[in-house]
């Protein structure tokens, strides 16, 4: 089996993952990786990821010319293409629409906090790219600021973006997007999330290496911004001072207050007797 034909097989077996995982439905979604530097191989406009077939796809050059295969290439193409030209390290493109995530997209909430070891030291920071229409050239736009320095990012009222060094890395990364949309929101449901501390986050950076971890820009600490807290340049990532604890509740430093029923009934009913 050629190389060009495993990948053609590889993006029908992604494709049939994000479907059966809900990740995309009906048409939505769009996968695509690098042949040799200056070809891509790219899912064509208007199938069901989930049934796609190998002698599908579309072969175009970085500027986005055809120049092999029936239909045409997926309606996010200029997107994929300003991607592979601002990364050269990236070797495959996955965009997808996966429900939690896509929520915390329209939300205007990105999954910045530190909370998860696995997150921070394969993604590190999921940014949200501003609201674009899709396909047109405004997408790409909005994914230049925050590409050169993530490999995953919410996309505003649309859904989710992850880059990789082969086509599973990028699936994964989008896998681990979602994944992380659904610990966070239950977290949130239950209470709200702690966060790992500064010195934690700085301690799982340094510790990328070991895990063979090659994440794409480094976490600056909030005392480096600006300059280097530029989107382009490096990741930023809430992470609280600890004082010494590697774990800190998230908003604690304006802490909401709990009262009990009675507690409040009795609060009340002294604001009304001092208003008598
Ligand atoms: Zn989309």
Same mark, same amino acid.
């Given at each position: 089996?050629?190389?060009?034909?495993?990948?053609?097989?590889?993006?029908?077996?992604?494709?049939?993952?994000?479907?059966?995982? @809900?990740?995309?439905?009906?048409?939505?979604?769009?996968?695509?990786?690098?042949?040799?530097?200056?070809?891509?191989?790219?899912?064509?406009?208007? +199938? $069901?990821?989930?049934?796609?077939?190998?002698?599908?796809? $579309?072969?175009?050059?970085?500027?986005?010319?055809?120049?092999?295969?029936?239909?045409?290439?997926?309606?996010?193409?200029?997107? =994929?293409?300003?991607?592979?030209?601002?990364?050269?390290?990236?070797?495959?493109?996955?965009?997808?629409?996966?429900?939690?995530?896509?929520?915390?997209?329209?939300?205007?909430?990105?999954?910045?906090?530190?909370?998860?070891?696995?997150?921070?030291?394969?993604?590190?920071?999921? #940014?949200?790219?501003?609201?674009?229409?899709?396909?047109?050239?405004?997408?790409?736009?909005?994914?230049?600021?925050?590409?050169?320095? =993530?490999?995953?990012?919410?996309?505003?009222?649309?859904?989710?973006?992850?880059? @990789?060094?082969?086509?599973?890395?990028?699936?994964?990364?989008?896998?681990?997007?979602?994944?992380?949309?659904?610990?966070?929101?239950?977290?949130?449901?239950?209470?709200?999330?702690?966060?790992?501390?500064?010195?934690? +986050?700085?301690?799982?950076? @340094?510790?990328?290496?070991?895990?063979?971890?090659?994440?794409?820009?480094?976490? $600056?600490?909030?005392?480096?911004?600006?300059?280097? @807290?530029? #989107?382009?340049? $490096?990741?930023?990532?809430?992470? #609280?001072?600890?004082?010494?604890?590697?774990?800190?509740?998230?908003?604690?430093?304006?802490?909401?207050?709990?009262?009990?029923?009675?507690?409040?009934?009795?609060?009340?009913?002294?604001?009304?007797?001092?208003?008598?």
């Amino acid at each position: 089996m050629t190389a060009e034909s495993q990948l053609r097989d590889d993006i029908v077996e992604v494709g049939r993952r994000m479907y059966a995982r @809900g990740y995309t439905a009906s048409n939505d979604g769009n996968i695509s990786v690098r042949l040799g530097f200056d070809r891509l191989l790219m899912t064509p406009k208007s +199938v $069901c990821k989930g049934f796609m077939m190998p002698d599908m796809m $579309c072969i175009t050059d970085l500027d986005g010319r055809k120049l092999q295969g029936d239909r045409d290439p997926s309606s996010e193409m200029l997107m =994929h293409l300003e991607v592979y030209r601002q990364r050269p390290d990236v070797q495959a493109v996955v965009h997808a629409h996966p429900p939690t995530a896509t929520g915390f997209a329209v939300a205007g909430i990105p999954l910045d906090r530190a909370v998860l070891a696995e997150v921070l030291t394969t993604l590190g920071s999921i #940014p949200i790219a501003e609201y674009a229409t899709p396909s047109t050239k405004e997408l790409p736009a909005a994914v230049r600021k925050y590409i050169k320095a =993530h490999d995953g990012m919410l996309l505003a009222n649309h859904g989710a973006l992850t880059v @990789g060094a082969d086509l599973f890395a990028a699936y994964y990364k989008m896998e681990t997007v979602e994944h992380f949309a659904k610990i966070s929101l239950v977290a949130r449901l239950l209470g709200g999330e702690n966060l790992i501390s500064r010195a934690e +986050v700085l301690r799982l950076q @340094g510790l990328r290496g070991t895990y063979g971890i090659k994440a794409p820009a480094p976490i $600056c600490a909030d005392d480096e911004t600006p300059p280097s @807290g530029d #989107p382009a340049l $490096c990741q930023v990532v809430q992470a #609280p001072e600890g004082g010494g604890s590697r774990l800190v509740p998230a908003g604690s430093e304006d802490a909401e207050i709990r009262l009990t029923y009675r507690q409040l009934s009795e609060l009340i009913e002294d604001a009304i007797r001092n208003l008598r």
